[in-house]
Antibody, heavy 122, light 108 residues
Framework: QLQLQESGPGLVKPSETLSLTCTVS??????????WGWIRQPPGNGLEWIGS???????YYNPSLESRVTISIDMSKSQFSLKLSSVTAADAAVYYC??????????????WGQGILVTVSS | AIRMTQSPSSFSASAGDRVNITCRAS??????VAWYQQKPGRAPKLLIY???ILQSGVPSRFSGSGSGTDFTLTISCLQSEDFATYYC??????????FGPGTKVDLK
């Protein structure tokens, strides 16, 4: 059974870089069948797509975050990662990793990690 | 970006009720719409994709319809475990994907 697990610091200082990793088990990020993505949800608010990556390294980012976001993939560890630079209080959220239902970027997400709460504070 | 709106934003219902939640896109998205259910403290769960295709393992009381700009999620007979927040998402334009603001269904 596919499982995704987010990990990383739960507290990041303003202006620093948020770094999170999603570890995939019961499946493989090296599969050519799926995109993998990051989504966030500020406390009490709705969902925002951050970006997605294919095993080949092809990435798509939300234009509103693109200047600060890098998503990468490590097939040897079955992980993909998110880096968000120059964070502010507006970046505080629960961050989810997920799997798209297909190898098409235009697809829904059918598997999600449990989420990790990231707080931005000095 | 394509804006997704949902109505109502919240409502109360009783177990056994038939429930409709509406989602509207600011421009046509074909049938590139998904519906998710989220319970407090949990990740979203995919219910419907391609506007009307039921995700594997999702009860048949959930159904989706619509195309173009107007979409509906229907729960035919509300169960206690269905009290949650529901989000629509368009993936017609993936730069960026966008979600609706959510519809919270709680117990009357």
């Amino acid at each position: 059974q596919l499982q995704l697990q987010e990990s990383g610091p739960g507290l990041v200082k303003p202006s620093e870089t948020l770094s999170l990793t999603c570890t995939v088990s019961g499946g493989s990020v090296s599969s050519s069948s799926y995109f993998w993505g990051w989504i966030r949800q500020p406390p009490g608010n709705g969902l925002e797509w951050i970006g997605s990556i294919f095993y080949s390294g092809t990435t798509y980012y939300n234009p509103s975050l693109e200047s600060r976001v890098t998503i990468s993939i490590d097939m040897s560890k079955s992980q993909f990662s998110l880096k968000l630079s120059s964070v502010t209080a507006a970046d505080a959220a629960v961050y989810y990793c997920g799997r798209h239902v297909s190898r098409l970027i235009g697809s829904a997400l059918d598997s999600w990690g449990q989420g990790i709460l990231v707080t931005v504070s000095s | 970006a394509i804006r997704m709106t949902q109505s109502p934003s919240s409502f109360s219902a009783s177990a056994g009720d038939r429930v409709n939640i509406t989602c509207r896109a600011s421009q046509t998205v074909g049938t590139y719409v998904a519906w998710y259910q989220q319970k407090p403290g949990r990740a979203p769960k995919l219910l419907i994709y391609a506007a009307s295709i039921l995700q594997s393992g999702v009860p048949s009381r959930f159904s989706g319809s619509g195309s173009g700009t107007d979409f509906t999620l229907t729960i035919s007979c509300l169960q206690s475990e269905d009290f949650a927040t529901y989000y629509c998402q368009q993936y017609y334009d993936y730069l960026p994907f966008t979600f609706g603001p959510g519809t919270k269904v709680d117990l009357k």
